[in-house]
């Protein structure tokens, strides 16, 4: 096997093989920290890459396998880090020049579980300046690009991650999700991006403001990458104080299920909805996803076209996402602002005047909104919209202002940020790609606590639309 291939070489074969004495941890990290040095400067993927010491680990983890000790499910698979989670004794600078010296003095729990899988940590990965947007550039680092195409950008705000994994700088990244945060660049980019279910996978430190809706989520080229990726980082942790108990499931076991026999014999109810009844969606990008969720029918299986009553939830998000912005920014002095993004300031800025019953409106809001979707999924099992709006947009823009002839505000180019105020399990995998070649998303979503089905799911699409043995072309 050629070097390129190993680099795209999905992470459950790489730990097979592995764990088989087929292939050296230090083999496929060598590997991948070559192609990371010739390809990340045009990409902007990684802001620290951790060269030496991810060579000293993948030693010690092939000393381990020739010694017979027992191994993790992540033995010797390279994984990324997003540059907002903490990793012991190393720079977190959040993408911002605010923090640049910042060193976490401890790791957050996602990080110390893929530690005990194994995992070899090769570097940290960009993102827009404290996560806040769906695109990635910032000022301390610039910005990170879309491999399927250099002059768009590959989302936000696990953009840097998703670039890596599109452009096979190693298999796995550890990602965060406040509002689309991974599901976006996964659509972007031609990923599968997982939302857990709020609580799943634990998170700290606490996500300031946003500590309700942020999540921390796996990205992949693969179903089964992620569910790996899953079943490693979905550990109790009691720092975080939302952090669920744990479940006991082997999210990569689930994968292999049949979808047709998830309910008992029952079969899965599945809706298709083109835009939650308040997106406007960009005309190529909802026949790409709408022929997506119609191949469950092959497995017979049948898609209805329904959508939960949410109403416009954009107050939701301008209220609460925005009054988190403006409690963790408006206050900074003129000095802070001026090293910070301009675009995060005047958004933090525009929020700092709501009120208390403003802001309860939109809690009220929210709740309806936890309602509504439970009524829904009274009646489906799964529901699946396109996961954006339209495809990557160009380099040098926060987000765009206008899609199928309809004005969008920030984030309302989306469909993700719904599932983050209800908590419910939504993953992103490739739904297709545009005549020009950009990938689409179909985004799946299932009840709170499913995302063994939501996966189950995610893996039979799969199965019908493989897309692993695309990949972006080297320029």
Sequence with gaps: MDTTDLCFTSA?????????????????????LERLERMNTRLGAYVMVHAERALGEAGAAERAVMAGEPLGPLHGVPVSIKDNLWTAGDRTTFGSRLFAEFVAPEDAPSVASLRAAGAIFVGRTNLPE???RGSTDNRLFGESRNPWDLTRTPGGSTGGGAAAVAAGLGPLALGSDGAGSIRIPASFCGLVGLKPTFGRVPMYPAAGGNELVAHVCPLARTVRDVALMMSAIARHDRRDPFALPDDGLDYLAACN???????????????????????????????????????????GLTVEEASPELGDPSLVLKTLYGGAQAGAHAARSPEQKAQMDPELVAYAEASA???VVEYLRAVAAR????????????RYDLLLTP????????????????????EVTHLGWTLCYPFNYSGQPAVSVPAGWT??????????????????????????????????ARRPRES
Excluded at 272 to 292: H, K, M, Y
């Design 257 to 299: 299920e049949s979808l047709a026999g998830a309910r008992g014999g029952a079969p899965v109810r599945i809706a298709w909805s083109a835009n939650l009844g308040f997106a406007p969606v960009d005309p190529e990008t909802r026949e790409i996803a709408e022929a997506a969720a119609r191949a469950f029918s092959e497995v």
């Design 435 to 468: 005549a020009s070649g950009l990938p689409v998303g179909l985004q799946i979503v299932g009840r709170r606590l499913e995302d063994a089905l939501v996966l189950r799911a995610a893996a039979a699409f799969e199965a019908l639309r493989p897309w692993a």
């Design 12 to 32: 459950v074969e790489l730990a097979e093989l592995i764990r088989g004495k087929a292939l050296s941890p230090v083999e496929i990290t060598r590997a991948v």
């Design 353 to 355: 005047g709501l009120s």
């Design 367 to 378: 709740q309806a909104l936890v309602d509504a979707l439970r009524r829904f999924f009274e």
């Design 387 to 406: 996961t954006l709006c339209l495809p990557a947009f160009p380099l040098g823009i926060v987000g765009p202002s206008e899609v199928a002839g309809r």
């Design 130 to 132: 404290f996560a806040w």
